[in-house]
């Protein structure tokens, strides 16, 4: 399929999604997300793709949803439309997607961000929900994941303000996992995925599911949920490749099943 917004490229067993719309600082447009939606798909059902890393310009990763392509919008309309609902269908993703944020992640950017499984940011990266400035709020689950990444105080304060936290804000928040000069940002997240496509896939799904399940219950039934996945994963091959490797000295051949 031909993208206009995006540009897709796979090396081994990761894909490399780049928001592309460099005029609109990637503005987050419904054609871009139903790109970014589609090459998702054809990853999801590739067994030969065992990780996802989504990345912008050195400008930004991107600067939100497309104020253009909103302001006109009539209640009714966005209500039967539901937009955001497609956004949504990339934080449901079963396979591990690893953000690669430099310059501006705001608005709906740093909402996209933060539906990855996590954030590896430039030190030139900037994070921010300024929706308020528009007389609107984040739309698609910025008060909600700011909130539980880096807690009410900061999500309060940048949600009613507006404000942008650089990266080491970030970091120090606990918004992203890591920060990298800008010039290693790309690398970093190639390194990074590939060390994560080599591991088994299934154990990869279910540890990506366990971590998610911490946000949606209790810490008992949490526990019990991980307790019983563990367990399961003595029916894979990878589990006795990945223990036998270990025993006998060498690097475990993984088959992902
Ligand atoms: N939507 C549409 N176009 C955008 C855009 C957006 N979110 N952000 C930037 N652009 C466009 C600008 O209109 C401009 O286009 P023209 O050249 O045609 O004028 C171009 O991108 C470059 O932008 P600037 O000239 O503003 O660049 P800058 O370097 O001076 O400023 C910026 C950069 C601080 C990121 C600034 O562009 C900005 O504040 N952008 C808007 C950020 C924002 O409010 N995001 C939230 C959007 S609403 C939302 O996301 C809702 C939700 O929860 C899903």
Redesign the pocket.
Known sequence: MAYENIRVETRGRVALVTLHRP???N?LCNALIAELNAALDGFDRDEGIGCIVITGSDK?FA??????E?RERTHPEFYMADP?GEWDRVGRRRKPIIAAVAG?A????C?LAMMCDFILAADTAKFGQ??I??G?I???G?TQRLTRAVGKAKAMELCLTGRMMDAAEAERAGLVARVVPAADLLDEAWKTAETIAAMSLPVVMVAKECVDRAFETTLDEGVRFERRVFYGLFATADQKEGMAAFLEKRKPRFEHR
């Open positions: 005029a609109q600082l503005a930004a600067a939100g949803a497309d104020i253009a909103m955001f501006y705001l608005g709906g950017g909402e300024p929706e400035k528009l609107v984040p739309g698609a910025g």
